[in-house]
């Protein structure tokens, strides 16, 4: 299966990344979304972060402007269909997603590869709603794209090995490493991160400490580069609710049910950084905890 052509659906935070590492590693990229300021805000940050590396001599300028020329964007679905693979980077919603996928089929070469980014949704059951169950797998890729290193590849239960296989040399082209998953909710990393993310909130809620007391002590105390709060900010809390769900639904375990403050922040509106607000406050020149 010769990879060439790439087609990203979703220009958000996770979209603009793997555009980024998949356009620097020469692929030619189709970024597709919905809103037009969403692929030129898209765009902006792919250059930004482009410049941050050759700032940091990880890349040339000539590697940055090549990379730059193989991003195209689109409003429309259709234009995706000469792809020979599809990464859908929606939100984490399973009804959004097979709606995607099911407008996006009649378009698509019958050697297309279909992928989701999903952090926690079935393989299985989406790719059950396409053509192509074969030749469908879950590309889960971490945040920030261009840093971090790992990349989960999830078959699901029909899933060929030609699919794997090829997905597999995509990574090694990134310059990443693949972890492989089976098709269970949250895979691996976000079935160990999430629950430590949801223990900590719970760990706010019953008043055992605040804000930065949590994040200071898993900092200092088990040296992690973020405390969880923060990393949960980062990540965004309407995602870190909409994981644990699935957790919560798919596993039918209590312990992990999502703790009632994150919901309630994610009632607010409050979702981390992505809207100035979450377990801290960023409106500021510094963060400041918001309990």
């Known amino acids: 299966m010769a990879i060439e052509k790439v ?48 700032s940091r001599g990880k890349i040339s300028e000539d590697e940055k402007n090549t990379a730059l020329k193989k991003i195209t964007t689109t409003t429309k679905l259709s234009d995706l269909g000469p792809t020979d693979l599809v990464i859908e980077a929606a939100t984490e919603r399973e009804t959004v997603k097979q709606a995607i996928f099911e407008d996006l089929l009649p378009h698509l070469k019958p050697t297309t590869i279909l992928t989701s980014n999903t952090s926690s ?20 890729f971490m945040n920030p794209v261009p840093v971090m290193q790992l990349v989960e590849l999830i078959r699901g239960i029909a899933t060929d090995q030609e699919t794997y296989k090829a997905l597999h040399e995509v990574v090694e082209k990134l310059g990443k490493t693949a ?65 644990m769900n699935v957790l919560h639904d798919g596993l039918a375990d209590t312990k992990y049910r999502p703790c009632p403050l994150l919901t309630k922040y994610v009632e607010a509106g409050w979702l981390g950084r992505k809207t100035g607000r979450g377990f801290y406050d960023y409106r500021g020149e510094e963060p400041v905890p918001t309990r």
């Open 121 to 140: 949704i079935s393989i299985t059951r989406l790719a059950s709603r396409t053509d192509r169950p074969e030749k469908f797998m879950g590309f889960h």
């Open 179 to 243: 972890a492989s998953a089976e098709d269970f909710p949250a895979f691996i990393v976000n079935r160990i991160l999430m629950p430590m993310i949801n223990e900590a909130v719970y760990t706010l809620y019953e008043g055992v400490g605040n804000v930065r007391s949590i994040d200071e002590s898993m900092k200092l105390g088990a040296n992690h580069p973020m405390g969880p709060l923060e990393l949960a900010d980062f990540i965004g809390l309407d995602t870190c609710l909409a994981i």
């Open 7 to 54: 087609g990203i659906v979703g220009a958000g935070q996770m979209g603009n990344g793997i555009a980024h590492v998949f356009a620097l590693a020469g692929y030619d990229v189709l970024l597709n979304d919905i809103s037009e300021d969403a692929l030129t805000k898209a765009l902006s940050t792919v250059t930004k972060n482009l410049d941050r590396q050759v």
